[in-house]
Protein backbone atom coordinates (compact mmCIF):
# COMPACT_ATOMS: atom_id res chain seq x y z
CA UNK A 1 0.00 0.00 0.00
CA UNK A 2 1.22 3.55 -0.98
CA UNK A 3 0.86 6.91 0.47
CA UNK A 4 -1.69 7.69 -2.40
CA UNK A 5 -3.70 4.25 -1.03
CA UNK A 6 -3.93 5.84 2.29
CA UNK A 7 -4.70 9.39 1.33
CA UNK A 8 -8.39 9.79 2.89
CA UNK A 9 -7.91 13.58 2.28
CA UNK A 10 -7.62 13.73 -1.41
CA UNK A 11 -4.22 16.04 -0.95
CA UNK A 12 -2.08 14.00 -3.29
CA UNK A 13 -4.62 14.40 -6.27
CA UNK A 14 -3.30 15.90 -9.19
CA UNK A 15 -5.48 19.64 -9.68
CA UNK A 16 -2.86 20.68 -12.14
CA UNK A 17 0.13 20.58 -9.31
CA UNK A 18 -2.40 22.59 -6.82
CA UNK A 19 -2.14 21.33 -3.25
CA UNK A 20 0.41 19.91 -0.98
CA UNK A 21 2.19 16.69 -2.13
CA UNK A 22 4.66 15.30 -3.18
CA UNK A 23 6.01 18.29 -2.06
CA UNK A 24 4.40 18.55 1.38
CA UNK A 25 2.86 15.41 2.81
CA UNK A 26 0.87 13.85 5.59
CA UNK A 27 3.02 11.28 7.58
CA UNK A 28 0.05 9.45 8.57
CA UNK A 29 0.20 8.88 4.38
CA UNK A 30 3.77 8.02 5.15
CA UNK A 31 3.59 5.49 7.70
CA UNK A 32 4.05 1.89 5.72
CA UNK A 33 5.02 2.88 2.75
CA UNK A 34 8.18 0.42 1.73
CA UNK A 35 11.82 1.39 1.50
CA UNK A 36 14.10 0.11 -1.27
CA UNK A 37 17.84 0.51 -2.18
CA UNK A 38 18.96 1.58 -6.00
CA UNK A 39 18.99 -2.48 -6.34
CA UNK A 40 15.64 -2.53 -5.75
CA UNK A 41 15.72 -4.75 -3.02
CA UNK A 42 13.37 -4.03 -0.37
CA UNK A 43 15.31 -2.75 3.04
CA UNK A 44 11.93 -2.38 5.30
CA UNK A 45 8.87 -0.63 6.11
CA UNK A 46 8.32 2.53 7.94
CA UNK A 47 6.88 2.33 11.26
CA UNK A 48 7.19 5.56 12.66
CA UNK A 49 8.20 9.31 11.59
CA UNK A 50 10.20 10.83 14.84
CA UNK A 51 10.11 14.26 15.52
CA UNK A 52 12.68 16.80 16.77
CA UNK A 53 10.39 18.95 19.67
CA UNK A 54 12.81 21.31 19.38
CA UNK A 55 13.02 22.34 15.58
CA UNK A 56 9.92 21.24 14.40
CA UNK A 57 11.82 19.29 11.73
CA UNK A 58 12.03 15.10 11.15
CA UNK A 59 14.83 13.78 12.53
CA UNK A 60 14.49 9.94 11.66
CA UNK A 61 11.94 7.17 10.03
CA UNK A 62 11.90 3.82 12.21
CA UNK A 63 12.02 1.49 9.70
CA UNK A 64 11.18 -2.39 10.46
CA UNK A 65 12.91 -5.24 8.74
CA UNK A 66 13.01 -8.98 8.80
CA UNK A 67 10.35 -11.41 10.60
CA UNK A 68 6.89 -12.80 10.53
CA UNK A 69 3.92 -10.69 11.36
CA UNK A 70 6.21 -8.58 13.54
CA UNK A 71 7.50 -11.38 15.29
CA UNK A 72 11.24 -11.38 14.89
CA UNK A 73 11.52 -8.02 13.07
CA UNK A 74 14.47 -5.30 14.03
CA UNK A 75 13.70 -1.38 14.09
CA UNK A 76 15.85 0.56 12.82
CA UNK A 77 15.95 4.86 13.51
CA UNK A 78 17.01 5.93 9.54
CA UNK A 79 17.84 10.07 9.62
CA UNK A 80 15.15 11.34 7.33
CA UNK A 81 18.05 12.91 4.99
CA UNK A 82 19.28 9.87 4.43
CA UNK A 83 15.81 8.85 2.35
CA UNK A 84 14.28 9.79 -1.27
CA UNK A 85 10.77 9.70 -1.94
CA UNK A 86 10.65 7.97 -5.30
CA UNK A 87 7.09 9.74 -6.32
CA UNK A 88 7.19 7.14 -9.05
CA UNK A 89 7.01 3.90 -7.43
CA UNK A 90 5.37 5.37 -4.37
CA UNK A 91 8.04 4.37 -1.77
CA UNK A 92 11.21 5.39 -0.25
CA UNK A 93 14.48 5.12 -1.55
CA UNK A 94 18.00 4.06 0.69
CA UNK A 95 21.08 4.30 -0.66
CA UNK A 96 22.26 0.82 1.18
CA UNK A 97 22.82 -1.98 0.62
CA UNK A 98 20.76 -4.57 1.66
CA UNK A 99 23.97 -6.37 3.78
CA UNK A 100 24.34 -3.32 5.03
CA UNK A 101 20.91 -2.41 6.34
CA UNK A 102 20.91 -6.46 7.95
CA UNK A 103 24.03 -5.17 10.27
CA UNK A 104 23.02 -1.39 10.86
CA UNK A 105 22.54 -0.41 14.71
CA UNK A 106 18.66 -1.36 15.36
CA UNK A 107 16.87 -1.90 18.29
CA UNK A 108 13.38 -4.39 19.32
CA UNK A 109 10.42 -3.06 19.80
CA UNK A 110 10.47 -3.07 23.56
CA UNK A 111 14.10 -1.78 23.90
CA UNK A 112 14.21 1.56 22.32
CA UNK A 113 17.06 3.95 22.22
CA UNK A 114 17.60 7.68 23.63
CA UNK A 115 17.18 8.81 20.42
CA UNK A 116 17.74 12.55 21.89
CA UNK A 117 21.22 11.43 23.42
CA UNK A 118 23.81 13.21 21.32
CA UNK A 119 26.41 9.96 21.24
CA UNK A 120 23.89 7.59 19.98
CA UNK A 121 22.52 10.40 17.52
CA UNK A 122 25.84 10.86 16.29
CA UNK A 123 26.45 6.84 15.26
CA UNK A 124 23.82 6.47 13.56
CA UNK A 125 24.39 9.84 11.61
CA UNK A 126 27.73 8.79 10.68
CA UNK A 127 26.30 4.65 10.15
CA UNK A 128 24.03 6.16 7.46
CA UNK A 129 26.20 8.84 6.29
CA UNK A 130 24.71 12.09 6.83
CA UNK A 131 26.77 12.96 9.89
CA UNK A 132 25.90 15.38 12.96
CA UNK A 133 28.04 17.46 15.01
CA UNK A 134 27.12 16.66 18.66
CA UNK A 135 27.73 19.75 20.41
CA UNK A 136 25.71 22.11 17.75
CA UNK A 137 23.58 19.39 16.15
CA UNK A 138 24.42 20.53 12.76
CA UNK A 139 24.62 18.31 10.09
Not at 30 to 59: F, P, Q, W
Not at 75 to 103: C, S
Not at 109 to 123: E, F, G, I, L, R
Amino acid sequence: MSYEDRDQYGMYVNHGHKGPGPELMGADTLIGDHVHNLKNEHLGTIKEIMLDMRTGKIAYAVMSSGGVLTIGEKLFAVPWEALTLDTVHKRFTLNLDKERIEAAPGFDKNDWPDMANQTWASQVHDYYGTGVDTRTGAR
